[in-house]
């Protein structure tokens, strides 16, 4: 199906489903290139729906760094929703793009952005709506390069058979070069095979079709062999030595979406070292953009969009070496413009109330403080060294700044945890309320974010077991009988789901079998509580003769290959 047949199918279907404003483009600030005036074509995808995706960062400065070149345009990919998927299913309309509604299929790469692991049966959704077959292997000339991207690829292994290359690490230069390497082959006119070939010698890009892992018989790793000499023995993460300017002409969506505001990243990388966090340990080093820079981008991005709600981002913002000076430059330079300006990512100290203060409007929401662990014990475990009375500290300072909620983030199922450390959030949430009713009585509020620990590679954690379900269970349990009561929230996930999370991300080669039967069952949107389906799962397991156990409550010994050991973030196993 072409373009003008996907737009007069859209015309009949749209009226039929829910939110039609997700499929149909036409967005303030969108870009609209004339095909036949580019040398490539590339379709930026997010494996969600649009809801979802149109904020995601890493994406948008893609789309804007791709269309700045001349030879180039890049459009917009989302998932559809379930009732707009049979729909389209129904009509045989393929997936498209937002911008010109050409179908995915004929483009020349399609670059699929992956920030976590339950998106995996989305992307096997996404490439068979688009016609693209599922498998690198079964693709020809004619079909998309399928390139990998984001947080969750630092293992590509589970998904390595459904993508021709991924690129490790940062994507604003290693995406120029996939694109001059494609132009350079597509000119040649050499074999598929060749351009994988050829990509391989660019610095971050792994090709997965140039690797074969073997495997003991107790199921670990033996070895990733090289099949080819252009095949680098390690894959080291790509980075950029100086942040570029960032993308301000952000896309103003036709619905609501879960962030409409203007995202400009301050600074890159964290030095915390925080035992659980994956993004602290393959973002490094720290990368700090200007002041100057960052306040000329916000007042662009301001101008480009209308938005009313500003977010400087950053895994540790309270590190930011000119945090004050930035916070009272915004704050003032913006004054006409009666914004919400949000500062995730703060350090438990009264220091961070202060910047906090600078930022009008932003006690129209909740403070919120992430301790992680309740006892001093478990944090030092998790190299989160904060004391107790440090968080009480802070606490009484936010409610007696006029603050009604605070939000503390904790997770359950930290290596060497016990119930005692779990009947301490309880005890910890209960004295943060009392200091907020001392205060202000009443108005106070807390509430409980409690999720559950997954072991991620590439962290000091990637060697531990993960808590079991019943464990899981009988924590929450516990929580749910002590948190209750006036003033006092707690919100938790869903224990399946962190089974699931954890046998994808420490997963080998051998668990694609496991996602495509998933997929074929029914399995899709796994990060949806309501769309979960577990069963699914089990049985993929059992068809794919793999027990889940192996990849979630083995303890992996000091000296084991993982499957990921060939990426490298830079920081060794040693450390």
């Known amino acids: 199906m072409d373009q003008q047949n996907v737009q007069r199918c859209l015309e009949r279907i749209l009226p039929t489903v829910e939110k039609p404003g997700r499929y149909v483009g036409g967005e303030l600030n969108q870009i609209v290139k004339e095909w036949e005036s580019v040398k490539t074509r590339v379709a930026l995808a997010f494996p969600d729906i649009y809801d979802i995706g149109v904020p995601n960062l890493g994406l948008t400065i893609l789309y804007h760094i791709l269309n700045a070149r001349d030879d180039v345009l890049a459009e917009r990919v989302y998932l559809p929703w379930i009732d707009m998927e049979k729909a389209m299913r129904e009509h045989g309309i393929p997936l498209y793009a937002l911008e010109s509604k050409t179908p995915v299929k004929q483009f020349d790469i399609l670059g699929i952005t992956l920030p976590y692991e339950t998106l995996y049966t989305n992307v096997l959704n996404l490439l068979d709506l688009a016609g693209i077959p599922l498998h690198s292997c079964d693709r020809t000339s004619h079909d998309p390069l399928v390139i990998g991207g984001g947080h969750a690829v630092f293992n590509p292994e589970p998904i390595a058979p459904f993508f021709d290359a991924f690129a490790i690490g940062e994507g604003e230069e290693i995406i120029h070069d996939i694109v001059n390497t494609y132009q350079t082959w597509k000119a040649s006119g050499a074999s598929r095979q060749d351009l994988l070939i050829e990509l391989a010698k660019i610095p971050g890009i792994y090709v997965p079709s140039l690797y074969e892992p073997t495997y003991n018989e107790d199921g670990t790793i033996r070895a990733v062999q090289r099949l080819h000499p252009n095949a680098p023995q390690v894959i080291q993460k790509r980075l950029v030595a ?34 659980f966090c994956h993004a602290g340990m393959v973002t490094r080093p720290v990368r700090e953009r200007s002041v100057d820079e960052i306040v000329s981008s916000v007042r662009e991005a301001l101008d480009a969009t209308g938005f009313e709600e500003v977010a400087l981002l950053s895994l540790s913002s309270s590190d930011y070496t000119h945090i004050l000076d930035l916070v009272s430059r915004v704050a003032s330079e913006t004054s006409d413009h009666y914004l919400t300006i949000s500062l995730p990512s703060l350090r438990i100290e009264s220091f961070s109330v202060e910047l906090m203060e600078k930022l009008r409007g932003s006690r129209q929401g909740g403070f919120t403080l992430a301790p992680e662990a309740a006892t001093e014990r478990m944090r030092n475990i998790i190299n989160k060294p904060i004391s107790t009375q440090q968080l009480l500290d802070t606490a009484r300072a936010i409610y007696s700044r006029g603050w009604t909620t605070i939000k503390l983030y904790f997770m359950i199922g930290h290596p060497l945890e016990t119930i005692d450390d779990v009947r301490a959030i309880a005890d910890l949430c209960k004295a943060v309320l ?91 949107f796994d990060a949806w509580q309501d769309q979960s389906t577990l069963e699914f799962w089990e049985t993929a397991f059992k068809q794919s003769g793999l027990d889940p156990d192996f ?23 040693s450390f």
Request: net charge positive; with cysteine.
């Open 242 to 275: 100086r942040l570029p300017k960032p993308p301000t002409r952000f896309i103003v969506p036709a619905i609501g979406v879960v962030h409409n505001r203007v995202s400009i990243e301050i600074m890159r990388g964290c030095t915390r070292g925080c035992r």
């Open 551 to 573: 990849y979630t409550y083995r303890p992996r010994d000091e000296k084991e290959l993982f499957p990921w050991d060939h990426i490298h973030t830079g920081v060794n196993k």
């Open 434 to 524: 009392a200091i907020g009713r001392k205060i202000i009585g009443k108005r106070a509020n807390l509430h409980a974010g409690v999720s559950t620990f997954v072991p991620k590679p590439h962290t000091p954690f990637q060697w531990v077991a993960c808590d079991t379900l019943e464990q899981i269970e009988a924590k929450q349990s516990l929580l749910k009988r002590e948190l209750r009561g006036p003033g006092l929230k707690l919100t938790w996930n869903n224990p399946h789901e962190t089974l699931m999370e954890a046998w994808l991300s420490r997963g080998d080669r051998r668990l694609a079998a496991v996602i495509e039967t998933a997929w074929q069952l029914g399995a899709k």
